[in-house]
């Protein structure tokens, strides 16, 4: 109610100097005419009297003059006092007029676009309630268990295969800490479809090296705890990026799921920068770079910020034009070329799951169907510990041709 009320008494305190600066305007008008027409008047007056001593009126002619010029005095009074007295009664009923429609366009205005009936919310209370949602989010289990219909389905390996595998589960119920055992398995799992499988192997892992995990093991298990919570960063995956980031602040993965946390938490202004910073100073085979580009202008929006992130090069004009004079062989040579420039980068410098599965299907479309899979295998052995890059690269492998 006594929201209400605040902008009633400021509606109601506009209208009122409105008024009065109007009221005062048209009375300064009225009363400015008249007391113009009075003292031309008076003037004239005064003007007789001058002239009868001069001689140039008679004594005749000068009443006369006088008793006209009163006459137009006394109406010019008249005048004056009926139009101060009609400007009070017009201005309080136009000010009645005035002040029910600043109130009734004011509460039209605010049910329209405010949110009558609803507490306020400052600033404070606003982040404490994010901060317990945070911490009321689903856990690492109950993500996964959501997830889990949505994720890529496990395959049947040959029987050598599973033979294999279950000598290797075996061994490990022997020999729990066994690290490169337990690296195979986490490798192995992911492999098969057994994402679960696999996060509970890289977690033993983890645990296997104890003070001395290398960096690389504790991203991977990230990367498998965020992928199998269907890319929900969990309470038990935010501990492991908090040891992440408190040993390398500047680990690229760690930056990328920091800002991915944020903004799953509520909180794009903190995560805008964080994705900003990584878009522009990563190298352009990030990782985390595709991500970023389809998500960053959503977040951008959502922090308030206007953001257009920075163009990926593609040919120049040149290069069309180039391409336009070639013949059919010379623009498929030309192809070959691009697609083993890649293949040889790849090999050389590696690079990210997009560029192999980009190599898998190029080939596929020249035909090298055979080489295709050779470096699909490659690639699989490559990102044997990362599950989201092993789904890449096998779309990519099962839509070449047989």
Do not use: C
Not at 106 to 135: C, H, N, Q
Not at 244 to 271: E, M, T, V, W
């Amino acid at each position: 109610m006594l929201f209400w009320l605040a902008p009633a008494l400021i509606a109601l305190a506009v209208a009122l100097v409105l008024l009065r600066a109007l009221n005062a305007r048209r009375g300064e008008t009225g009363l400015t005419a008249g007391a113009s027409d009075m003292a031309v008047y008076r003037d004239q007056l005064k003007e007789v009297d001058r002239d009868l001593a001069r001689g140039t009126l008679t004594e005749a002619e000068a009443e006369a003059v006088r008793i006209e010029v009163s006459r137009r005095l006394l109406d010019a009074d008249r005048r004056t006092a009926r139009a101060s007295d009609t400007s009070e009664g017009r201005v309080w009923p136009a000010a009645a007029v005035v002040v029910m429609a600043l109130l009734a366009g004011s509460f039209l205005i605010y049910a329209r676009v405010g949110a009558p009936g609803v507490a306020d919310l400052p600033m404070t209370e606003r982040l404490t309630d994010l901060d317990t949602a945070a911490r009321a989010r689903p856990s690492q289990a109950e993500a996964e268990a959501r997830a889990r219909p949505f994720l890529p389905p496990a395959t049947e390996p040959d029987a050598r295969f599973t033979e294999l595998m279950d000598r290797l589960r075996t061994a490990l119920r022997e020999r729990p800490n066994d690290i490169r055992g337990l690296s195979l398995l986490a490798e192995n799992e992911a492999r098969l479809g057994n994402f679960t499988a696999a996060r509970e192997a890289q977690q033993k892992l983890v645990a296997a090296y104890g003070d001395d995990v290398p960096l690389n093991e504790r991203v991977a298990l990230l990367d498998l705890m965020v992928f199998t919570a269907g890319g929900f960063v969990s309470p038990e995956a935010e501990a492991v990026l908090g040891g992440i980031l408190k040993s390398h602040p500047g680990n690229g993965a760690g930056q990328y799921y920091a800002g991915l946390l944020f903004a799953q938490s509520g909180r794009p202004d903190r995560a805008f920068p964080v994705w900003r910073r990584l878009l522009e100073t990563s190298p352009p085979d990030a990782p985390w770079l595709p991500v970023i580009r389809d998500e960053i202008a959503a977040v951008a929006a959502a922090a308030g910020v206007t953001y257009t992130p920075p163009a990926i090069r593609g040919p120049d004009a040149d290069d069309i034009a180039a391409a336009d004079e070639m013949s059919a062989d010379e623009r498929q040579a030309m192809i070959r070329g691009m697609v083993d420039g890649l293949a040889d980068r790849l090999a050389t410098d590696g690079g990210p799951p997009e560029d192999w599965a980009r190599l898998i299907s190029a080939l596929g479309v020249l035909g090298e169907t055979a080489r295709a899979r050779a470096i699909a295998d490659e690639a699989l052995a490559v990102f044997a510990d990362n599950a989201v890059a092993l789904a890449t690269i096998e779309a990519a492998a099962q839509r070449l041709p047989e």
